[in-house]
Nanobody, 114 residues
Framework: QVQLVESGGGLVQAGGSLRLSCAAS????????MGWYRQAPGKQRELVAT??????TNYADSVKGRFSISRDGAKMVYLQMSSLKPEDTAVYYC?????????WGQGTQVTVSS
């Protein structure tokens, strides 16, 4: 099993930056894929970015060039968000795909004001 705890959300003006953090309960190098997803009010949850155990990254077209996913040490994954737009407003969730199971954090709210 994997427990995930997100932090770093908040209110920011358009054009600003935020960094989200995700702390995993087990070493992430044993986790196939870790990622960030988001869900805006009235919308389905969508992929933002993923990083594999081998370090390969993938981004949604809407965030390419503005967001960056990375990992630091054995248990931390980050999402650096820059040039934020009001449409980036959502609850952001950390995700881990481990031994065929999906694990989710509790989510952290990001609100971008215009």
């Amino acid at each position: 099993q994997v427990q995930l705890v997100e932090s770093g959300g908040g209110l920011v003006q358009a054009g600003g930056s935020l960094r989200l953090s995700c702390a995993a309960s087990r070493t992430i190098f044993s986790i196939n894929v870790m990622g960030w997803y988001r869900q805006a009010p009235g919308k389905q949850r969508e992929l933002v970015a993923t990083i594999t155990s081998g370090g390969n990254t993938n981004y949604a077209d809407s965030v390419k060039g503005r967001f960056s996913i990375s990992r630091d040490g054995a248990k931390m994954v980050y999402l650096q968000m820059s040039s934020l737009k009001p449409e980036d407003t959502a609850v952001y969730y950390c995700n881990a795909q481990y031994i065929g199971e999906n694990y989710w954090g509790q989510g952290t709210q990001v609100t971008v004001s215009s």
